[in-house]
């Protein structure tokens, strides 16, 4: 399983292209869900939380984590300036299950497809959270899996999440699929 040294990039590689396709449709309907207390985790980039913090002066929380620290660094110095964002190295895979789930009314994560604990994770999501995932329709070296269609998406993940739309985002010959879903 790749650790922390896998992940060298950039975070301003996930805020363009593609990326930054889904993530503006991502925070439409993040957006339209009214939240207040956000938690991302494996965020990989700042683009999202920026775009959702900007649209919604409303937020009072917005736990931003991830857990390379190059990703961390360059994230906190463009999201400094949003007093509702706080940003956390955080191994999700290994610390789920020290996160107080319940304190969030929306939960994002756009790299599931890195985490060996996916369903784990996700079964931790408190009941009634609104729940944003991205899932791609490519492979790459530190992908654990990925999906050719809808249907693989529900096998895996609707005995956890009651999935309510996936539409797909398409940029640069890669594909992304956007699942939108709530905690039963
Ligand atoms: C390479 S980025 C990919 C970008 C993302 N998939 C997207 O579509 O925008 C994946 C991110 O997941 C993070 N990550 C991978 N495993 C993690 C873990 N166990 N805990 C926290 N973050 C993790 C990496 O540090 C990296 O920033």
Redesign the pocket.
């Known amino acids: 399983m790749?650790g922390?040294d896998a992940?060298q990039?950039p975070a301003a590689k996930?805020a363009r292209g593609v990326?930054h396709a889904?993530n503006r449709r991502l925070a439409e309907l993040v957006a339209a869900g009214g939240p207040r207390r956000i938690f991302e985790?494996?965020?990989?980039?700042y683009d999202l939380a920026r775009l959702i913090l900007d649209r919604d002066p409303a937020i009072e929380t917005y736990r931003w984590?991830?857990?390379?620290p190059r990703?961390i660094a360059e994230s906190r110095k463009i999201l400094a300036g949003y007093p509702a964002c706080t940003l956390e190295e955080?191994?999700?895979?290994?610390d789920y299950a020290a996160v107080d789930w319940s304190a969030y009314d929306t939960v994002i994560c756009?790299?599931l497809?890195?985490?060996a604990r996916d369903r784990e994770i996700l079964e931790a999501i408190a009941p009634q959270t609104r729940v944003f995932l991205?899932l791609?329709r490519f492979g790459a070296p530190?992908h654990l899996r990925w999906f050719n269609g809808e249907l693989q998406i529900r096998r895996r993940y609707a005995e956890l999440i009651a999935i309510d739309r996936i539409e797909q985002i398409r940029g640069g010959g890669l594909r992304?699929f956007l699942v939108v879903a709530h905690r039963p």
């Open positions: 790749p922390r992940y990039q996930f990326y889904r985790f494996a965020a990989g980039s984590s991830d857990f390379a990703c955080l191994d999700i895979d290994a756009v790299s497809e890195h985490l991205s791609p530190t992304k």
